[in-house]
Each structure stands twice: as C-alpha cells, then as structure tokens.
C-alpha cells in the first residue's frame, strides 16, 4: 500500500484522509509527504528568487544607464554653453565700432553671466544624479524586501500546514494508545509512529527555513551588487559632468584672456 501511495503525488490533504483508514501506513509515508509540500514551496522560493533577481538586475542597468546618459547629454550642454559664449566673445572682440573698455566690459559680463550659467547647470545635474541614484536604489530595496517578504510568507504558510497535520496526525495516533482494548504493541506503535511523524515535520519546515534563509540571502547580495553598481555609475556620471564643467570654463577663460587683461 506504501509503495502504491508513493506513484502517485500526494497531498497534504490526502493525508489527512489516510489517516483516517490506516495511521500506520500514513506514518510512514508522512515523511515523503512533507518532502514533496517542501519541494514544492523550495521550487516557489526559486522561481521568486529568479523574477526577483532579474528585475534587480535590470532596474540597476536602466538606472546606471539613464545617469551616464544624462551625464553625457548635460557635459555636451556645458560644451555647447561654452562654445556659444566664445562666439559672442570674439564678435565683441572684433567689433571696431566699440571702444576697448567697452568691447573688454561687455566680454567680462558675457564671460561671468556664462560661467555662472555652466556652474549651475553642472551643479544642478550632479545633484540630480545623487537624488536619482537614491531613488533607484530606495526602489531596488523596495523590490527586495517585496520577494523576501513573498518567500517568508511561503515558508510560513507551508511550515504550519506542514505541522498543522503532524499535529493532527499525533493525536490521532494517541487516540489508539488511550483505547482500553489497545494491544501494548500497537499502543507502543502508535507512539514510535507519532515521533516519526512529527521529527519528519521538523526537519521538512528546517529544511524549507534554511533554503528561504539562503535564498534571502542571495538576494541581499544582488542588492548589494546592484547598489554597488549604481554608485559606480553615480562616481563616473558626476565626474563626468564636472570635467565638461571645467573644461568649458577653462575653455572661456582662456578667451578672455586673450582680450580682457587681468585687474
């Protein structure tokens, strides 16, 4: 009967109804049970594991993606800013119909409102990218607190229905030893197989803790990966922006100095 139970996929429920026509036999296939219901929710926790895992990892891409393109589309507006200015500069500068303290008052104005302009702009797009980076970052954990969540959930769920029928199970073994007319073997079996099937509950809802309490852990690394990853992206995105910044305004420095002499 053992043998014929094992071909065909159980379940926690099925048990219950075996225990009502042979405790022994369900006994002894409790183990194999509580097996399968583990499996099963360890293959869930996978799967979560897996969704979780490739969303982490593609909303860290996008986010350090959007930042080194933002980065480089703020360092051409800086260049272009720049580029601008110098033009003014040297229409200005060749300007006979201005006279020098004119033409080198005009190029100073153009010089400090531009840089001014360059300053704030970098200064604005480097805040952005910390405040943006935070935010990815806040959403990643968001997202990973989410699958943790789902996957202690699952544990849980499964590990008290798991010892909701041991338990079940237990006292419908004991039920045999209290009948008067119970023979001392089968008493003595009855509590041999209550132990079988409550130590087969406890390491089923053991084994099924220690793979969610892996897998969470597989999870709290991706965040950190990502994280890491995202802060890369913040450095090299920021650094970025700067460079441009004192590049167009070494760039105009170096014009005005051509024209307009030092105090």
Known sequence: MVSEYLTHNRSLQELDELLERDRTVAAKIAKTVFQHEVATAISNIGEINQIAGARILADSQ???AKMMTDAEITATILSS???VAICHIQQHASDDADHTETRQSMIAEISRNTAEDISTNA???VETIQIEAMAAIERLKTNATEAIGE???LADDITAQVEHRANKAKTELESVKQQPRSLEG???QAEFDAKEILDAALKSSQELHAAADRITAD???MIDQATSAI???VSSSQ???TEARDRALERIQDIVAQFVPDP
């Open 219 to 221: 999870i709290n690394a």
């Open 123 to 125: 200064r604005k797009a």
């Open 151 to 153: 996957i202690r959930t």
């Open 62 to 64: 996008v986010a350090s």
């Open 81 to 83: 800013k720049a580029e």
């Open 186 to 188: 089968m008493a003595q």
């Open 239 to 241: 650094r970025r922006v």
């Open 231 to 233: 802060s890369v992206a």
